[in-house]
């Protein structure tokens, strides 16, 4: 088996700028504003963004946060970082590498920690969320977005199951096994009580559309804008366009030869870090809201009246719509086509 779960955090070469100019749109875009607006609701002081990647998010909390807010957005991966910070924000951000299981930041430093799909990547999760409770003062939160199950994401599952066809002895499994491997609500909560929060999360499902002009945009995006290129390279280097070929021709099938639209789903995850005590608030984990449509948190509570924390209820009670994005093909595909092009002829 060529699976390495230790190439999967490997964002480099071509593919911080293919997943900025693909990905980004293709499904990002719309849970970066909904966690935006979620934490710009509760006005932070201090924000910290962990797996920053090509900063989307970043992007949009800097439009949003007033600018005495200071944002530090943070990625293990160098490349991202860069491929961030040419793109810019509308106003200064702090840009810095960092592993989000070891953050180097002081105790209590932040009022807000924010990621957007990075937490299925960190190898010990609980270790992760003690990390980003650590740099948390109390009564902050902790706001982050994980995909569902694969089967709720279609091209994503298209995809996948293509290549199983293209590669029957030794299918890549990126996707279903990292992106997509982390939507088990009852493990995320076990690993967050791992972290030391002492609260339970209250979870959101959220569905949205992914549309492309063109089936071979999501194609290109899966399979040549993370890092499942590099499963499929290790199988065999000469065969990637092939193998992005075969998964077009997939989404086309089910989907039409025309633009596309398919189905993107995540859970939205707020935890507040509050210190374990007798007087302590317990918040009763929410009743699972309708999915495509719009959601609100119960934000019930128990136990002595006390005051809770602004900026939790300000995250948990914002609205959201059912999310669509949308992707046109013209000059984004003749970019990435010359950037695979590029990326090729140093390979050769």
């Known amino acids: 088996m060529m699976g390495n779960k230790g190439s999967d955090t490997n964002f480099a070469g071509s593919i911080p ?21 979620r934490l710009a609701a509760g006005t932070p002081a ?10 989307v998010l970043t992007r949009r909390l800097a439009s949003l946060l007033p600018e005495e807010v200071p944002i530090v957005a943070t990625d293990l991966n160098q490349a991202m970082l860069d491929m961030a910070s040419e793109i810019g924000t509308k106003r200064p951000v702090t840009w810095r590498q960092a592993d989000a299981m070891q953050l180097p930041f002081q105790d209590e430093e932040f009022d807000a ?12 999760k609980s270790k992760a969320f003690s990390e980003s409770r650590r740099v948390l003062k109390t009564g902050g939160v902790l706001l982050f977005n994980v995909w569902d199950r694969i089967e709720e994401n279609e091209f994503a599952d298209v995809v996948t199951t293509a290549l199983e066809s293209f590669f029957p002895e030794d299918p890549p499994r990126f996707l279903a096994r990292t992106p997509h491997g982390y939507s088990n609500r009852a493990a995320i909560e076990r690993d967050l009580q791992g972290g030391g929060f002492v609260s339970p999360p209250r979870v959101h499902t959220l569905a949205a559309r992914s549309r492309a002009a063109s089936p071979r945009i999501p194609a290109v995006a899966y399979c040549q804008g993370t890092p499942l290129r590099g499963e499929i390279e290790a199988r065999d280097k000469s065969r990637l366009g092939e193998a992005t070929d075969y998964a077009a021709e997939a989404i086309a099938r089910l989907f039409g030869s025309g633009p596309v639209d398919g189905k993107i789903q995540a859970h939205i995850v ?25 959601l ?5 509570q128990r136990g002595p009246s006390v005051r809770s924390s602004g900026l939790a209820q300000a995250c948990t009670l914002q609205e959201s719509s059912c999310l669509t994005t949308s992707h046109s093909e013209s000059a984004i595909m003749q970019r990435a086509k010359r950037s695979s092009s590029r990326h090729s002829s140093r390979s050769a």
């Open 17 to 37: 700028k293919l997943y900025e100019e693909l990905l980004v749109p293709l499904i990002f875009e719309p849970y970066a504003e909904d966690l935006a607006n």
């Open 46 to 55: 201090r924000v910290l963004e962990i797996a920053a990647g090509t900063g």
């Open 113 to 124: 920690v924010v990621c957007q799909f990075g937490v299925m990547f960190f190898p010990d």
């Open 270 to 294: 707020m935890v507040e870090r509050r210190e374990s005590s007798s007087g302590r608030v317990a918040l009763q984990p929410c009743a699972e809201p309708r999915v495509g449509i719009r």
């Open 296 to 300: 609100r948190s119960c934000g019930r």
